[in-house]
């Protein structure tokens, strides 16, 4: 649903700690969720946006998501294995 909502609408999250999240296979379910999404759509989605709606500083923040990430280009591929006990909504 990526184009008929536009990619500038949406943002990507973990729902970190609820049981439909996807710790601990966050980056498992990215790469997932990503794969074959063009790495400026990817970008918007990972944190361009958040900049924009919440008017956060860039430039600041910048040095922070190159070191953490996660970055689009590390997600643009299939997943290499799936995990076997995962049982939350991130590989659905």
């Known amino acids: 649903m990526r184009e008929e909502i536009g990619p500038r609408n949406m943002l ?9 999240g996807t710790w601990p296979y966050t980056r498992t379910c990215q ?8 790495a400026e759509q990817a970008s918007l989605l990972l944190g361009s946006n958040a900049l924009d709606l919440y008017d956060f500083d860039r430039t600041a923040l910048q040095p922070l998501a190159e070191r953490i990430g996660p970055r689009a280009q590390d997600l643009m591929s299939a997943p290499a294995e799936m995990p076997v006990h995962y049982v939350g909504m991130g590989l659905r």
């Open 31 to 38: 790469q997932h969720a990503f794969q074959g999404v063009p």
């Open 12 to 20: 990507w999250g973990s729902d970190f700690p609820h049981p439909e």
